[in-house]
């Protein structure tokens, strides 16, 4: 007998080695459950009675008031036993947690594992071995055959035979990984009975490795992260080559990821406005004209002196009022113009059933062709030198514009996850048509989705303006939309409707950013970039359609 085949425990050696364990635990967990019967357990069914009480409205007011003050008055008492028990019952635990330290691991589970990894072995070589004779049985059995159909069938035999030999095999492992696991899951569930479900940080984080480890699928782990190992990598590429390509110049430098923030922060409003319509298997391709639009008004409104421009042929002059007062009216504008356009485009969407595509591509044509006509195209000029430092100063060196990015984050990540109104989001995302039986007003869930698109847009346009310190025309803004799109789609919100969070969005408009940057410093021609988004975008959208092929 092999050493490997020696470590291979049989069901009643094994049951052997639990014994002793289970015996002495078990004990320990009686003698606990008898001191929590009149303790705490009657305290948690008492509290579960009180709630159900306070909920029951088939009894007046008097037979509820009287009833819950004969439960409170048990509780008083039940709470009076566990406050009696607890020491005995913190020393129990103390012994049983002891005697699992000392012996779970030393005398069972090490062996466990042992075995389990001599079982693979043998697996493995019963595999080779069925596959060894498979081949051999063949070749015996084809050196009989002369008839062209007959050769066709064997062979179609033979890696059927090989198919039936490897699901075995895999479900020989399969079984294996699921009783190590259960075996280590076993010391956790008798800690669960010992302590009522209060595990330590450290046994939390274990648990969790263990889930994580026995779970894992390096295919789906590909699917799901490949795209972010990839772009990694090329991130990396570009750090090393920057230096000898720019003579020396650094790509990883304090100074350039705060100009990658900078740059990323009004562009995560503009991710996270048109994120809750790709939920909801839309898109918006109107983003970058409302770009435009809102620079075009806010550079107007907070320009430095008289505006030279005019809008209709009128040359409006706010210099009049408070600085902080235009600041101000700048952003109330450009979220009412962005609210009113998404507006529109949500209710086609909504009313209609007509595509995002369609009522966002008019949008985009009506908002281009006005701010266009009524500006004759030209810029603005520059906004007063003062409002960046009043909105957006640099404390220390660290560009503020950064914070109001993380409370965009914060915020709507709150909505998507906190509130009713993100819930239904993602029920209309993932089925409108179950969404709608269960109740959901599905016009107003999505009304909803454009309006908040629309104040993101907004804000993210007049923080752009703020950024750049004015220059607003109508051409501002070209291919935002597809940024915004792409980092949504790279940051997994997937066109199927109903997948997608927070965290990938700002991944997506970070990478995107940050690639951008890095070409930019190399020298790459602006065409190209658009070649290496294109690229980004078409990867990101097949691994999104594997993953919805794979879940059908």
């Known amino acids: ?3 490997t085949t020696a470590n291979i425990l049989e069901p009643s050696g094994e049951k052997q080695l639990r014994e002793p364990i289970a015996s002495y635990v078990g004990a320990i967990q009686k003698k606990i459950d008898d001191l929590r019967a009149d303790g ?3 305290v948690i069914e008492l509290q579960s009675a009180i709630e159900s009480a306070k909920r029951d409205k088939s009894m007046s007011h008097d037979e509820r008031q009287k009833l819950m003050s004969s439960y409170t008055t048990e509780l008083q008492e039940a709470k009076r036993v566990e406050a009696d028990h607890k020491a005995q019952i913190d020393a129990l635990i103390k012994d049983a947690e002891g005697y699992l330290a000392q012996h779970f691991d030393k005398d069972y589970f090490s062996k466990v594992k ?3 990894a001599a079982q693979k072995v043998q697996a493995k070589a019963d595999y080779q071995k069925s596959l060894a004779q498979l081949a051999k049985d063949h070749a015996q059995v084809m050196s009989t055959l002369t008839d062209a159909q007959e050769i066709k069938d064997e062979k179609y035999v033979y890696k059927n035979k090989q198919f039936d030999a490897k699901v075995t095999y895999q479900k020989t492992l399969q079984d294996i990984k699921n009783h190590e ?3 280590f899951s076993w010391r956790y569930h008798l800690i669960d009975l010992l302590r009522m479900s209060k595990f330590t940080l450290a046994e939390t984080y274990a648990q969790k490795w263990e889930n994580y480890r026995y779970s894992f699928n390096m295919r789906s782990f590909l699917l799901k992260n490949g795209l972010y190992i990839v772009i990694m990598l090329i991130f990396i590429a570009l750090c090393i080559l920057t230096p000898a390509i720019k003579g020396g110049t650094q790509l990883l430098t304090y100074t350039n990821v705060i100009n990658i923030f900078q740059q990323a922060a009004p562009r995560m409003f503009l991710a996270l406005g048109v994120s809750g319509l790709i939920l909801l298997t839309g898109t918006d391709l109107s983003i970058g004209r409302m770009v435009g639009m809102g620079m075009t008004a806010s550079t107007i409104i907070m320009h430095q002196g008289i505006n030279t421009g005019q809008v209709f042929g009128i040359a409006f002059d706010f210099t009049a009022m408070p600085v902080a007062v235009r600041i101000l009216l700048a952003l109330v504008t450009c979220i009412v113009l962005s609210t009113i356009f998404t507006s529109i485009a949500g209710f086609f969407t909504a009313k209609f059933k007509m595509h995002p595509f369609i009522s966002t591509m008019a949008n985009m044509l009506i908002i281009f062709g006005i701010i266009t006509y009524a500006t004759k195209g030209v810029s603005f000029g520059a ?8 909105v957006i100063p640099k404390v220390g060196g660290f560009p503020t514009i950064i914070l109001w990015a993380i409370a965009a984050i914060v915020i709507v990540w709150f909505i998507w996850n906190k509130t009713t109104f993100g819930k239904n989001l993602y029920a209309v995302g993932g089925n409108p048509e ?5 109740g959901i007003n599905v016009f107003r869930v999505m009304m909803g989705a454009f309006v908040m698109a629309g104040i993101l847009y907004g804000f993210g346009s007049w923080l752009e303006c703020i950024r750049m310190v004015g220059s607003g025309s109508a051409a501002y803004g070209q291919g935002w939309d597809m940024d915004a799109i792409a ?5 997994g919100v997937s066109f199927t409707g109903g997948i997608g969070k927070i965290s990938g969005v700002t991944i997506g408009v970070l990478i995107f950013t940050a690639l951008t940057y890095s070409l930019t410093i190399l020298g790459i021609d602006t065409n190209l970039q658009f070649v290496f988004s294109g690229i980004i975008i078409l990867a990101a959208v097949t691994l999104d359609c594997l993953k919805y092929v794979q879940k059908k």
Do not use: F, N, R, Y
Not at 383 to 390: A, F, H, K, L, Q
């Open 1 to 3: 007998m092999s050493q």
């Open 40 to 42: 705490t357990t009657k």
């Open 114 to 116: 042992l075995s389990c």
């Open 181 to 183: 696991h259960d075996v």
């Open 383 to 390: 906004i007063e030198p003062v409002i960046p430092s009043m």
């Open 434 to 438: 179950a969404a709608a039986v269960s």
């Open 487 to 491: 980092a949504c789609v790279v940051g």
